[in-house]
């Protein structure tokens, strides 16, 4: 009995992207139609589309071995197999430890296979992102997908290790690891691979979902990119203890250590309490007044200084064997279904907040700036209206009236162009203080400089130390940007009010270049480079090993800097759009205010068929503006506000559990 709870999400996640990329598409032609799709337009309509075809998820399982990793990923994805496909490719009894092995379908080769990075791939200088691309780096190996156990024998390669000398450990950079596991005659026992690649026609996998299964401490030490870039990109962290267990020094001490470096990222991590059918039978403490698992999750909580509501326990083995059983009593015991509502409502979370990052930047903007000029027009053609009915009784004193109103509002249109004139200098001279900041020149300046420091450098102690002193800089730069990026917000929201306040302008200042990714970037690549010099290991490796992996770096922070560049020209661009639409419909209302006086002084009988189009034109606009509301309310749906909370769905399966028991 396989359970389809991640794939019903899923499901729920394509449907709401199809239905925001139609939304896209009838945005497109709506500005079409209006005659309003430039080429800056066309530009957001493409990154939305292109962000929404982005359908990789990845779930992350981390934790010592023996947590029962291999168990929980049959549980959620290979029970159908009826036997432990990972699990049975350890050693019975034994916890092995293993490289990172990361699960997913690939569609481009579109075949079942078992990929090997050798450990000798280290002395390569090469990020894995950059060996994925070279197939000449991995050892191949065909998956029979109907054969379980050709599975479990090529799976079982994984875990395998070889005996290299003290010398190569060093060449390797695993001389610390090397040390924690001693030597027997100038040979030491290190993984045979690096890391494995699972190409597997599961459905889920085929819907994008991927996964990478993380080994201990050690492994996460040797491999800085697994921190730097592989789970902080991940949509659910799942970091797993067992109960019998509970917390142990090695956990604790993982924890703190992915706690410090993965920071923010780490906020959206799960603890999974697995083996909890292990305190099932225990015998209750007459004095307790909760069952066991929940004083064990208190415990866990105060330990590691958590909410309780990020732990979850649950019996991935009692789980595995449920769903080969189809006991649906035990499923819910299990509470693996629970687990499964879990992952699948962070991943889309994670992933919803996402896309609503991008929606709000490309297309947010642009919605509100429409719909603000449509709302304003058919307010234009309401005061139209009344004018013309003023106009039935074509008095003297009613035609004088409403050309000294036309005159006033003249007199406002005037004004406005003089202080958007104003407003745009000073804007101008503010974001000039932004573009030096931003100077390409500059900053390639200070990387010259740093690079040449770099080569005189004697030891790797120094260059490690002109390496830590660019990236300060760099991080300098980076909190100055962030600040007058924060004048600049300043001014334009002071501009918006001043229009507000003295013309009557009722406009929300759109949100120029948010800085949020930008900064979060830069702390990556910063954490990245922590991480690098900050290694015990690192001042063994060659002068060349660490100017490459600087180089690599820089790189990020170069591509970071343009991009970010090119996000605060755009922006600027349209920083003051909405005040020119304001003005120019203001332009456009008065012309055509002063066309109905002159055509009603010249004939009587034009002054109906005036009211008659200017009652067609707002309904007319009325069917705009619901057009848009439409498209906007659909690119704002939330898929996950339908759904059941975790807490629910467990609720109901203990619920059908103690029915069943009594």
Known sequence: MQTHIIQDYLSDYRQWKSRVARSVRELEGWLGIQGELNEENRAHIRRTLSALQEHRLRIAVLGEPGRGKSVLIDALFFADYQEPLLTASQESGKHSARCPLEILWDERRNESYLRLLPIESRTQNLSIAALKKDPKYWVHYPLQT?????????????????????????????????????????????????????????????????LISVPDLQGLASEPELLADLLPKSQALLFLLAADTAVSANDREIWRYLS?????????????????????????????????????????????????????????RMGFQAKVNEDDLLLAKSQLSELEHRISRQILEE????????????????????RQRITQRIQNIESQLAELEEMRKKSADVLEHLLHRIQADKDLYLKSISLFQASREKLLAETEIMRQSLNKELIDQLLEENQQELEHAWSTSALLGHMKQLFDELGRAVQKL???????????????????????????????????????????????????????????????????????????????????????????????????????????????????????????????????????QYVETAKQLTALRNINNALRYNPLKERKSPKTASSAARTQTLSASS
């Open 260 to 316: 410090h470096r993965l920071e923010r990222s780490w906020d959206k991590t799960l603890i999974v309490l697995n083996k909890s059918d292990l305190l099932w039978d225990q015998p209750q403490n007459p004095k307790a007044e909760e069952p066991e698992v929940q004083r064990q999750i208190t415990y866990i909580a105060n330990t590691l200084v958590v909410q309780e509501d990020r732990i979850a326990a649950v019996s991935a």
């Open 351 to 370: 992933r919803y907040q996402q896309l609503s990052n991008v929606l709000d930047v490309e297309i947010g903007q642009l919605v509100n700036r429409s």
């Open 146 to 210: 109907q054969d379980l156990a050709q599975l479990v024998s090529t799976l079982s390669e994984i875990r395998k290790q070889k005996s290299i000398s003290l010398g190569e450990a060093k060449r390797l950079g695993l001389l610390e690891e090397a040390n924690r596991e001693g030597s027997n005659l100038g040979k030491v026992s290190v993984m045979k691979w690096r890391y494995a690649i699972m190409s597997f026609p599961h459905p889920l996998f085929k819907q994008g979902l991927s």
């Open 482 to 616: 962030i600040h007058e990026s924060e004048r600049v917000r300043r001014l334009l929201l002071r501009t918006y009010r001043r229009f507000d306040r003295e013309l009557g302008f009722n406009l929300s200042p759109p949100e120029v270049f948010s800085t949020a990714a930008f900064v979060a970037e830069a702390e990556q690549i910063q954490r990245a480079a922590r991480l690098f010099y900050k290694r015990p290991r690192v001042f063994l490796l060659p002068k060349a090993v660490v100017i490459d992996h600087y180089r690599d770096l820089v790189e990020r922070f170069n591509a970071l800097f343009d991009s970010f560049r090119a996000d605060f020209e755009r922006s600027m661009r349209l920083s003051l759009q909405p005040i020119i639409d304001q003005i120019e419909e203001n332009k456009r209302n008065i012309a055509l205010r002063v066309e109905n006086l002159e055509r009603i002084n010249r004939s009587k009988d034009n002054l109906q068929e005036r009211i008659d189009e200017a009652n067609k």
